[in-house]
């Protein structure tokens, strides 16, 4: 993915920067909200990332003129203001989602990746058959199967594989979940999260020789068929 | 006294004075024209129809008559004033003024004031001496037939010397009744100002104290409920707000101050200690660093969130929630942590009214009741999330376990922050846990409390369990 980065503590640009070109990704960096918006306009990126505090232009203010100029790239707020109405101007700016500084890298790494994999087939067919290896789920009749047999999921264990499996091969953070499958904005300091999982993983993986929902350390989960 | 002058309510008193002067000026003035007018009215009247009579007379029975009927008439002594003067020989045929007044030469046929002398007389008849009276009255020229060269000229008058006394009198009274109406005035307007500007010095006076740091300072309210104990009362809440929040800028200063000094400190010793050290204690240092790291943007965030909620900012917007639902989602995201930490979740739900409220706090702060039971409980077995009508209007939430409890002495205590009971120092947590939910409950107007939970019998009754108690009110119905 190309990626914009318009981040004007230079230090924690090079930071991400960094982090992100490790992952396999070109970087651009632009040290203020005008540069970064001529930077922006000049077009060739995947994913925006923007600080929404920046020099000459905020970042709100930025992406408000690409959208209204027809720039669809999605787009990333970081931000140290994280209350629920801050979140909102963010998203209603034309954000594509929101993250509080301070954030972990793979936090960041997760969202930019999920961003970039929206943007790549914006045009796709709307698919409600999801398959990763042998597992497959139906969002019509809402079944999902594992090699032929058959899964029981409660809703939510429904919804949180649907997730998952959306962005299979993606990293999701344990916040990304309770984001987008339980729309909360809060860390619970205990891991119900991590307890969810392992319940949706003893009904996906434990019958089966090959595990699919995988932990990725410090990080996340990631379901995917690789090894 | 300078201030008294220049106070609004003495302005104001004094334009009001002003005016009712003005008033009284005008009523008098009115009285004065009404009354007196009537009676020139009817004193003309009355001289009009006695020329009449002697015009008749004369007419009838020549001069001869005329003057003995005046003279008749004037041998009382009373308001009547006749002149009876021959003319062109000037003669005074009869009458009771001793020379023809000199306005009445031009005022021929017409009415005319003048000013006349008169015996005083005492009570025996006696004379005293000359008094100046007021008189008014009408001269008009009799004569036999137009072509008769003899003409006699006739006084007719009435002596308003009376009236002349009344009319003085009467516009003295005005005249005091207006000195009294503005000195009376004058006086309220001294004293209403007083007393008003003694209770705006007390604001001020307040206000001044508050200024130099006397934040603790309030308005003192008289209770009558009038408009200065409105504001007084209003300046109150104003003041109680600026203080909470000072005081809780100042706490979260303190606090930053004490928890985040102390790992910072650690983490300078640990990295000092680590440059000397071979590289596995820096491999050792650095996770250490990373996770004191982690734990103080923590602390850092939740200081923050309670800063922001306190100052009502943070709360985002507050709509009508069902707090039952909210529970139900709570629940469910919870029991698979409960269980595996060896407790039974079970959610408990009556209809209950809406409240008004942000999702994502109440959220937030039963997330962190939870937490805190799954933490603290320990050893027992039951946690319990109840939603159900409290007392009138309110909806209670609470959250109940069987564990060790909190001494009552403690209750208060931990809603503070970073209080940690001391049987609480060895588990994770930065102690802002309860004082984020005090201050989510402040900003929804709910109340907080501890009750006891559910006695074990395994304990011997020591151990009463836990109830965290918050009471919403109802949203009203607009």
Redesign the interface.
């Known amino acids: 993915m190309r990626i914009l980065l318009i981040e004007d503590d230079a230090e924690a640009a090079a930071f991400a920067a960094k982090g992100l070109r490790e992952a396999g990704h070109v970087v651009d960096h632009a040290l203020d909200g005008e540069s970064g918006h001529n930077m922006a306009a000049a077009g060739g990126y995947d994913a925006y990332v923007v600080d929404r505090m920046l020099p000459k232009m905020d970042g709100l203010a930025l992406l408000s003129r690409r959208r209204d100029e027809g720039d669809q790239t999605p787009a990333l707020f970081l931000s140290a203001l994280g209350e629920v109405d801050d979140r909102v101007s963010g998203l209603q700016a034309g954000g594509d989602d929101y993250l509080v500084k301070p954030y972990a890298f793979q936090e960041l790494l997760a969202r930019v990746e999920a961003l970039g994999r929206r943007s790549a087939a914006p045009a796709a067919p709307v698919t409600t058959r999801y398959k990763v290896g042998d597992l497959e789920l139906d969002l019509l009749t809402r079944t999902v199967r594992r090699a032929a047999t058959k899964i029981d999921l409660q809703p939510r264990e429904f919804r949180l594989l649907e997730y998952l499996i959306r962005h299979a091969g993606q990293v999701v953070t344990r916040t990304m979940l309770l984001e987008n499958v339980w729309e909360y904005h809060f860390d619970p300091q205990t891991n119900v999260i991590d307890v969810h999982i392992s319940r949706l993983r003893s009904k996906i993986d434990k019958d089966f020789d090959k595990p699919l929902l995988k932990t990725v350390r410090g990080a996340g989960y990631t379901l995917s068929d690789s090894d | 006294m300078l201030r008294l002058f220049r106070t609004t309510s003495f302005r104001f008193t004094l334009i009001f004075v002003l005016l009712f002067a003005c008033a009284v000026a005008i009523l008098g003035a009115v009285v004065y024209r009404a009354s007196f007018g009537a009676a020139d009215k009817q004193t003309n009247m009355i001289i009009d129809s006695e020329i009449t009579v002697l015009a008749d007379l004369f007419a009838a029975n020549g001069p001869g008559m005329l003057t003995r009927v005046i003279r008749q008439r004037t041998a009382w002594r009373d308001d009547s004033i006749y002149m009876l003067i021959g003319a062109p020989s000037g003669a005074v045929l009869a009458g009771n003024l001793t020379a023809l007044p000199p306005e009445a030469l031009t005022a021929e046929g017409g009415f005319f004031d003048f000013e006349f002398e008169r015996p005083m007389l005492d009570a025996a008849g006696r004379e005293t001496g000359i008094e100046q009276r007021k008189a008014r009255g009408k001269v008009i020229r009799f004569r036999a037939s137009p072509e008769a060269e003899q003409s006699f000229l006739v006084v007719v008058a009435r002596d308003v010397g009376a009236r002349e006394f009344l009319r003085a009198s009467l516009g003295n009274v005005f005249v005091r009744i207006s000195v009294a109406t503005i000195a009376l005035g004058v006086l309220i307007g001294i004293l209403f100002s007083r007393t008003l500007l003694s209770r705006v010095e007390t604001v001020s006076k307040t206000a001044r104290a508050i200024s130099a740091g006397d934040l603790s300072r309030r308005i003192p309210q008289t209770g009558d409920g009038d408009e200065v104990d409105h504001l007084s009362a209003n300046l109150n809440s104003m003041l109680d707000q600026i203080e909470r929040l000072m005081t809780g800028m100042r706490d979260v200063s303190d606090n930053i101050a004490h928890d985040l000094r102390s790992p910072l400190t650690r983490i300078r010793n640990r990295l000092t200690d680590a440059m000397k050290g071979g590289p596995e204690m820096k491999e050792i240092a650095l996770q250490a660093t990373l996770e004191d790291s982690e734990r103080m943007?923590?602390t850092f965030?939740a200081l923050?969130?309670i800063a922001?909620i306190q100052s009502g900012?943070?709360a985002?917007?507050m709509e009508p929630i069902d707090l039952v639902a909210i529970a139900e989602?709570m629940a469910?995201?919870?029991e698979?942590?409960a269980?595996?930490?060896g407790f039974e979740l079970t959610l408990k739900t009556a209809p209950t009214p809406l409240i008004k409220g942000?999702r994502?706090l109440v959220?937030?702060a039963i997330?962190?009741f939870?937490?805190n039971a799954?933490?603290y409980a320990g050893g027992g077995s039951k946690i319990e999330l109840t939603v159900e009508p409290g007392a009138k209007d309110m909806v209670r939430l609470s959250v109940c376990d069987d564990g060790p409890g909190v001494a009552y002495g403690d209750r208060d205590r931990i809603f503070e922050r970073f209080v940690r009971l001391e049987e609480s120092r060895t588990t994770p947590?930065s102690g802002l846990?309860l004082s984020l939910v005090a201050a989510i409950a402040r900003a929804h107007g709910a109340i907080l409390r501890l009750e006891d939970g559910f006695a074990r019998e395994a304990s011997g009754g020591n151990e009463n369990g836990l109830c965290v108690v918050m009471e919403f009110p109802a949203a009203s119905g607009d």
């Open positions: 943007l923590a965030n923050l969130s922001r900012e943070g985002g917007v989602e469910e995201l919870y698979p942590a269980q595996d930490a942000s994502e959220s937030q997330a962190n939870l937490d799954l933490k947590g846990g």
